[in-house]
């Protein structure tokens, strides 16, 4: 994962007042440590969140910075494998997003360097020190020599001590640049638009194995082999939403906002993506079948498509990606589609781009636009559930499912999309209560289970999720019907399961019962009225939504009661960058 930050102007500026709040809204992609570096060769960092970081900094000008914002892969969480990192001499500074997989075999060609941390990125200021201080290589041709050597992920900042020069380099991991008139044009690179959306609504994003030379006066890119390339400029729209307005937590605020975003996309659909919701649409009606591609909660909308799709006679599957190219056949009449909110996920990266050639279609759904997944398929739909913060995906989650049942809806599925962002409203202000309710009593529980069937299924799995993640409560989302299989071994008396029951299902009913008669504390979502937590209601596809708001609020409500860090639980970061 990890974040980067180049900054080069030609007046000077301010590393605490330019640069790292710039990082600050990169935070979301890691927050294990932080550090910065100026063009003087000072180099600051430390572990933990960036806020306390930007509080404690000593300021500087400088006409360049580079910054990094980490999620520690190779090393642990020290101020020592923080970013930046120098080479011995301090000529050499970087930072790097990504992975470099032959890190060791680098490092084994640079025996006189001296390298101090565990991580797979110091070798890269090594490597240039080497090429450029000791070998006297130009600057261009140490690059082409790292390009042909390197093998894994990065996106690389590469600075040299007193020249205003920053180069970026990249392959596998995102970089964007551009120009800011508010900061006097300075140029600002960045891993992603996130960064600098509220500064410019234009950007340059980098091809693989290209770089790019920016000076205060000018910005050329070149392709591997050192040839000057043009990078068309493309515009965009970004939604700043990073301010938590009266909201404690952004995860509570992206919850609220759902009615809103619900309503945002299928307006959406209806103008400025009715085309591209008919080429999903037509695409589907020709192709064999349909694979989707996604992990984490994506992966659960993925399997509320895989549902609908197969209620509609499609043939439909879903594996988590990670392990797709283990389970899945892409053939020449295959349609996949890849669902991810960041559209940075690598481990959805990585196959999309081993089966580029192989399928009929590559689709997505993804919420960041001009993502690496959406700049990689043929068709797109966005989310536009605006900028999500929390790690934790809620609206963006929310918006996945209506994205996948409007396109059912468009393939012949009976449900009156239009009533759902109502619904949505109507649910989180009568489910709060008992969400806070529960909350309380469930404030230590260490395990917990979720169970449903059909659309219900892929909910508790999410549900799930989240407790997990949010709560560091162990929980397990299960199909009902599996429980008789092993798994009702674990209930005993008090054990929380919560029972996610669409139109009293007999089936669900009776794995209700069968957990009670275990002794468990049952928690029954109903959409008749039934339950102990009581959801809108409407189809099976539409239960899954309301039941997953009542799964969300309670994980958060849980949180607050924990005093945990809720918009970034431990050992996460926003954007799983890493495969
Ligand atoms: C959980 C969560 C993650 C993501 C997963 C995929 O709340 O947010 O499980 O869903 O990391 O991320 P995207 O959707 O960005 O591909």
Known sequence: MCGIIGIVSKDTHSIKHDTLPLLKRLEYRGYDSAGVATLAGDIQKQTGHIGPFIDSVTDHRTQASIAHTRWATHGGVTALNA???????????IVHNGILENADALRASLPNESLVSETDSEVVAAFFHDRIGVQGLTTDAAIHEFIGAAEGTYAILLMQRDDPTVYAIKHNSPLALTRASSMHGATILASDITA?????????????????????????FFNAAGDPIEIEPKSFEWKDDASLDEYPHFMIKEIMEQPTTSRRLLESLKTMQAAELDTFATTLKKARRVV????????HASLIGAFLLNQLNYEAHTVIASEFENFILVDPSTFVIAISQSGETMDVILPLKRIENQAMKIGSIVNVPYSTIQRHSDTTLELLAGQEICVASTKAYTNQVIMLIKLAERL???????????????????IDGIARELAVELKHTREMYVLGRGAAYPMAREIALK????????????MAGELKHGTLALIEDGTPVICLIHDDNPAMRSSTREVEARGARSIVVSNTGSGEVNVPAGCEAEFAIYSCLFGHLLSYYIGVERNLPIDKPRNLAKSVTVG
């Open 83 to 93: 970013h930046p990192h120098a080479d011995g001499t301090g000529q050499f500074m």
């Open 196 to 220: 600098f959306g509220h500064l410019s609504d234009e950007a340059q994003f980098f091809e693989d194995q290209t770089y790019c030379r920016i000076t205060p006066d000018s910005v050329a």
């Open 292 to 299: 989707f591609l996604s992990c984490g909660t994506s992966y």
């Open 412 to 430: 012949g599925y009976d449900v009156d999309c239009d009533k759902i962002p109502g619904r949505i409203e109507e649910c989180l202000a009568s």
């Open 467 to 478: 407790l997990k993640e949010i709560d560091y409560i162990h929980a397990e989302g299960m």
